[in-house]
Structures are given as C-alpha cells and as structure tokens.
C-alpha cells in the first residue's frame, strides 16, 4: 500500500492518505485499545504514537508530545508497507 503523508495544522498530527480503502467506516483508537484491524494494530504499537482517527481512505495519527516525528515516519511507514 502506498500511502502520501500531509501534515495538519496539530504539530501532533500527520494526515497519511493511502491509494486504496484502509477502513470501512470511520474509527477512533488510542494507545491501549483492542483492535483486529492490522493497520491500525501495527499503528498503535509504535512507541510515540497517542491515538488514530481514521476514515476510509485516510488515517490521521497523533503522536505523544514528546515524541519526535523523524523517528516515528520510518515507522508509520512501514506499518503501511507491511499491507
């Protein structure tokens, strides 16, 4: 899966829009939810990561405030990489 990475006027949040469906609906997950979703699983076990918000084709991620997007990208990315 390809995904595109747009920021957001929260420096807390990159919006990652995909070339295909990621969800089916809308959902709203944070660090410490059960999920079976394998994006949004993979997601929120980055270390950094706060909460999800996704929609279809886009998912936004929150990361903690002190967490440090140069280290997390290569991770988010992968996560994608892996569907």
Known sequence: MEVQ???????NAVKFTADK???EGST?????????HPIAKALL?????????????????NKTMDADWD?????IEEAFAAE
């Open 5 to 11: 990475a747009q920021s957001t006027p929260n420096p």
């Open 21 to 23: 469906a990621i969800f």
């Open 28 to 36: 709203s997950l944070k660090k410490g939810d059960d999920t079976d």
């Open 45 to 61: 076990q980055i270390e950094g990561v706060d909460n999800i918000f996704g929609y279809q084709d886009f998912v936004t991620v």
């Open 71 to 75: 280290e997390l990208m290569p991770k």
